[in-house]
T-cell receptor, first 115, second 114 residues
């Protein structure tokens, strides 16, 4: 596709359920980032992939959060045993990260609501 | 870790006026400073960026200035138009194994009144 695609756009889940959020980056983009954006705030870094390698997960809040990118393209962010405080917009971004082209292109996000 | 402060949180201007948004960062090793515009209900989009080897960069009505000594950078929008109304985010990152972990400010909601 032309841009970063995320699914689902909206997810409402009950507290304690697991959720999986999907990101399809721009074709050929090496770098993939996950961010979380609370209402009225800037995006907050969660984790980074270089191809399939998760090179930085320093922003993951706790061990209920995990992410993978097994074939170096599509990535999944999984939140286990969801809590109300997990409610936020989850955004994926991808970047070519080559020859100085570092612009991060963001997806439209998945709005997660935990009830 | 890196911290980015952004001011003001809201800014209201008349069409045709200039708007200035300021950010400060804490980590002197930061060397990449992008600005993103986020319209209501849409994704953040890069509008301009600057690297630490440059003091100023301009693109039509938008300019960014960087003061490395003071660790602050600013976005300047001239001749504002109603379509400039959006939330603007500054960010900073430092080189780390070839990727850009962006630390964002809290955002500035700009309203341009006709």
């Amino acid at each position: 596709g032309a841009g970063v695609s995320q699914s689902p756009r909206y997810k409402v889940t009950k507290r304690g359920q697991d959720v999986a959020l999907r990101c399809d980056p721009i074709s050929g983009h090496v770098s993939l980032y996950w961010y979380r954006q609370a209402l009225g705030q800037g995006p907050e870094f969660l984790t980074y992939f270089n191809y399939e390698a998760q090179q930085d997960k320093s922003g993951l809040p706790n061990d209920r959060f995990s992410a993978e990118r097994p074939e170096g393209s599509i990535s999944t962010l999984t939140i286990q045993r969801t809590e109300q405080r997990d409610s936020a917009m989850y955004r994926c971004a991808s970047s070519l990260e080559s020859q100085g082209r570092t612009e991060a292109f963001f997806g439209q996000g998945t709005r997660l609501t935990v009830v | 870790g890196e911290n980015v402060e952004q001011h003001p949180s809201t800014l209201s201007v008349q069409e045709g006026d200039s708007a200035v948004i300021k950010c400060t960062y804490s980590d002197s090793a930061s060397n990449y400073f992008p600005w993103y515009k986020q319209e209501l209900g849409k994704r953040p989009q890069l509008i301009i960026d600057i690297r630490s080897n440059v003091g100023e960069k301009k693109d039509q009505r938008i300019a960014v200035t960087l003061n490395k000594t003071a660790k602050h950078f600013s976005l300047h929008i001239t001749e504002t138009q109603p379509e400039d109304s959006a939330v603007y985010f500054c960010a900073a990152s430092k080189p780390a194994r070839g990727y850009n972990k962006l630390i964002f400010g809290a955002g500035t909601r700009l309203a341009v009144h006709p």
